[in-house]
């Protein structure tokens, strides 16, 4: 029977459920992914959660426990049943013979191994022992905002109490670990009865003897938590002390974080090239326009997940949420003192706190960055990182403020933040994380993206590890693309904007969008284009505009604009600008469109003189014929061109493939890799360029 809840969701489906019944650990993967869809109740890859069952030893044929728990890594909400570690529950339980003390905790994960039950499950995590020694046989261990906001406040001990009336115990702040799992244990046994544990500065553990008691028990704590939080909030009124500035109207905040994100993303990248993120909720705003900013801020964080994160603390933005950010030069003298001042706090956080065996000081930029009155910006080495570093300190806003109404905030020690931080199981577990690819960390523009040309460099430029904007002016052609890259890609890489490459309206809103969605630009693809094929009788003036408006302004225009971008971040950059083999060749009923070519392909070489200061490399890919999936044989192209070599439409592949050298037909791929080795690295010292994709015609060799 469904339960009613006012501050979590409650999602059970008795009939999914019911198709799951004799399967433990079906039930525990069910379970988790409800939890985990629910931001509420814990946040993006934090938490985890455990079933106990009988199974079969495969090597005796006896019937033995086994504990299910999420591995290390992963998210509660995506977890299948390949995300779990199976361990015997009686080896785990023994490790407690081995174990010697806190100065040994790291090789007690080590000794995991040794209980694995199935051999290709996830490895283990440091909370497996969290899990082991509690004896119920299904647990969840959340990280709630309600339930930290108590966990976090200086009287959260007591608040606890008096609040269950002694049925959720209480485990003071410690580093993950074996003897947290002793002390949950010791816990329970103290406090016979409890339905939970309360672990100070962190979480929450609850249990059940089932899937379902367990995944109520939880909803019924929390509501609890969120309704005492929520009515305290509601009493005090000003949590933060009040308001100390008013937010900017919602189109200006959009307008500042456009204009300031390349400047920031720039600071942030001097050690690694970031991604950024921008969000202006309402909870940011409260807290960020509040009198208590200042306080709390400095203070950090408490929960280990919302750390791990957001790093040790915010960077605050002393500009004004009205100061236009009109004189780039100017707003950088405002702001680079406080990335000094920032990486100086974080280089003395590190010398103060480190052992002799911590790793070396990881990039001392910020994470999260707060602009009082306009929003937060995040920055990581990708989207999806930044997006939830930006959610995870929003949850730190929510512990903070709800701290603040029942008691007041306390943060976690310098120390124990920097063990967390630099804890060499966290360092083994970014080392095995996937080397970065060649375009990770950048942002690419690509102009007629829709389909054909376009649509094969961004996906290139996607499986490299890119972000990427798509634009076109055809939107069902746009959203199409759109979907199609989110299917693939995921969420977090794409953007996608209706840009007509002959109206700077448009090109300065597609600019915006990318510093909002990703914080910048680094690679800026000019292929928008069309082709007109006539003779010079048959040319109309209108024809000739249109196609010096697309070509050679539009390529200007976009230039333009993304340079604007480039030399705030002041890392340089790549303009690409896909041209064809038509700019060096002469050929009938052509004049228009291969003047307009050659015209591209000049202004690409002055573009090139120009922008080298700037570390702005502009080369030039020229394909030919290039048919698959192109726009360009619409509108009477094909049936021109097929006219002045005086064959059939279906003739023209084979043509074209003839007249090359290497008898080849030129797909967007083809022109997709070119752009590549461009971009990929091995090519940053290269500018004013050109790379022919034709197949091989001696006519337009470069000379």
Same mark, same amino acid.
Not at 496 to 507: E, F, K, N, P, Q
């Given at each position: 029977m469904e339960k009613k809840f006012k501050h979590v969701s409650y999602l059970w489906d008795e009939q999914k459920a019911a198709a799951l019944k004799g399967d433990e650990v079906a039930l525990l993967v069910y379970r988790s992914n409800l939890l985990g869809a629910d931001l509420r109740l814990t946040n993006y890859g934090g938490g985890n959660t455990s079933c106990k069952?009988?199974?079969?030893?495969?090597?005796?044929? =006896?019937?033995?426990?086994?504990?299910?728990?999420?591995g290390s890594g992963g998210d509660l909400g995506t977890m299948q049943r390949s995300g779990l570690a199976a361990l015997y529950v009686d080896r785990l339980r023994s490790l407690k013979n081995r174990y010697k003390g806190l100065a040994q905790e790291d090789e007690m994960v080590e000794l995991f191994n040794h209980c694995i039950y199935d051999l290709a499950s996830k490895a283990p995590s440091i909370d497996t022992a969290l899990h082991g020694f509690l004896p119920f046989k299904h647990i969840d261990h959340l990280h709630p905002d309600a339930a930290i906001s108590i966990a976090a406040a200086k009287e959260g001990e007591k608040i606890t109490k008096e609040l269950f009336g002694g049925k959720i115990g209480w485990v003071p702040w410690q580093k993950p670990g074996f003897d947290l799992g002793l002390q949950l244990k010791e816990c329970l046994d103290k406090n016979p009865g409890i339905i939970g544990i309360m672990l100070g500065s962190h979480g929450l553990f609850t249990w059940g003897d089932t899937a379902y008691e367990s995944y109520v028990?939880?909803?019924?704590?929390?509501?609890?938590?969120?309704?005492?939080?929520?009515?305290?909030?509601?009493?005090?009124?000003?949590?933060?002390?009040?308001?100390?500035?008013?937010?900017?109207?919602?189109?200006?905040?959009l307008h500042q974080a456009a204009a300031l994100a390349p400047i920031l993303r720039g600071f942030c990248s001097s050690a690694t090239k970031m991604i950024g993120h921008f969000t202006d909720d309402e909870r940011v705003l409260e807290f960020i326009n509040s009198k208590d900013l200042d306080r709390l801020a400095p203070l950090g964080t408490s929960c280990p997940d919302h750390f791990l994160r957001t790093k040790i603390s915010p960077l605050v933005l002393n500009l004004s949420a009205t100061e236009e950010v009109t004189d780039v030069k100017d707003i950088k003298e405002k702001i680079e003192p406080l990335f000094v001042?920032?990486?100086?706090?974080?280089?003395?956080?590190?010398?103060?706190?480190?052992?002799?065996?911590?790793?070396?000081?990881?990039?001392?930029?910020?994470v999260i960055i707060l602009y009082p009155g306009i929003g937060m910006f995040s920055f990581a080495k990708d989207k999806q990182t930044a997006r939830v570093a930006s959610e995870f300190y929003i949850n730190a806003i929510n512990v903070m403020k709800g701290a603040e109404a029942i008691s007041s905030y306390t943060s976690l020690p310098r120390q124990e933040a920097f063990n967390i931080e630099y804890w060499l199981l966290?360092?083994?577990?970014?080392?095995?994380?996937?080397?970065?690819?060649?375009?990770?960390?950048?942002? =690419?523009?690509?102009?007629?993206?829709?389909?054909?040309?376009?649509?094969?460099?961004?996906?290139?430029?996607?499986t490299e590890g890119a972000c990427v904007v798509l634009s076109d002016n055809h939107a069902e052609r746009l959203e199409e693309a759109k979907q199609e890259?989110?299917?693939?890609?995921?969420?977090?890489?794409?953007?996608?904007?209706?840009?007509?490459?002959?109206?700077?309206?448009?090109?300065?809103?597609?600019?915006?969008?990318?510093?909002?969605?990703?914080?910048?630009?680094?690679?800026?693809?000019?292929?928008?284009?069309?082709?007109?094929?006539?003779?010079?009788?048959?040319?109309?003036?209108?024809?000739?505009?249109?196609?010096?408006?697309?070509?050679?302004k539009g390529q200007m225009l976009v230039t333009q604009s993304a340079v604007g971008i480039m030399r705030k971040q002041n890392m340089g950059g790549d303009i690409l600008n896909i041209v064809s083999k038509n700019a060096l060749v002469s050929g009938p009923n052509n004049a228009g469109y291969g003047s307009a070519k050659a015209a591209q392909l000049h202004l690409s070489r002055l573009n090139a003189a120009e922008l080298g200061k700037d570390k702005i490399r502009v080369n030039v890919i020229n394909p030919d014929a290039?048919? =698959?999936?192109?726009?360009?044989?619409?509108?009477?192209?094909?049936?021109?061109?097929?006219? =002045?070599?005086?064959?059939k439409i279906e003739e023209l592949p084979a043509y074209y493939a003839g007249r090359t050298l290497l008898n080849e037909i030129i797909l967007p791929e083809d022109i997709a890799n070119a752009c590549f080795a461009y971009v990929g690295g091995l090519l940053n010292k290269s500018t004013g360029n050109a790379i022919n994709v034709d197949g091989g015609i001696a006519a337009s060799f470069v000379r």
């Open positions: 069952a009988m199974a079969k030893d495969p090597l005796t044929g =006896a019937e033995v426990e086994v504990m299910w728990v999420k028990n939880t909803l019924e704590v929390i509501e609890k938590c969120a309704d005492y939080i929520n009515t305290h909030v509601a009493k005090k009124g000003n949590v933060f002390a009040g308001q100390k500035i008013k937010s900017a109207d919602a189109s200006h905040r001042a920032y990486r100086k706090m974080y280089a003395d956080y590190y010398t103060t706190c480190k052992h002799a065996n911590s790793p070396a000081m990881r990039d001392a930029n910020p966290e360092e083994a577990k970014l080392q095995r994380m996937p080397k970065p690819k060649a375009l990770s960390g950048k942002v =690419a523009l690509v102009t007629g993206s829709g389909g054909g040309i376009g649509k094969a460099i961004a996906k290139k430029f996607a890259f989110i299917q693939l890609f995921g969420k977090d890489v794409v953007a996608a904007c209706i840009l007509d490459v002959t109206s700077a309206a448009t090109i300065q809103e597609t600019a915006k969008q990318a510093a909002i969605h990703f914080g910048g630009l680094d690679i800026i693809v000019n292929n928008a284009g069309l082709s007109i094929s006539k003779t010079i009788e048959d040319h109309t003036e209108q024809d000739w505009d249109l196609l010096y408006d697309v070509l050679v290039v048919i =698959a999936g192109s726009n360009i044989w619409s509108g009477g192209w094909a049936e021109g061109r097929a006219k =002045a070599y005086g064959i």
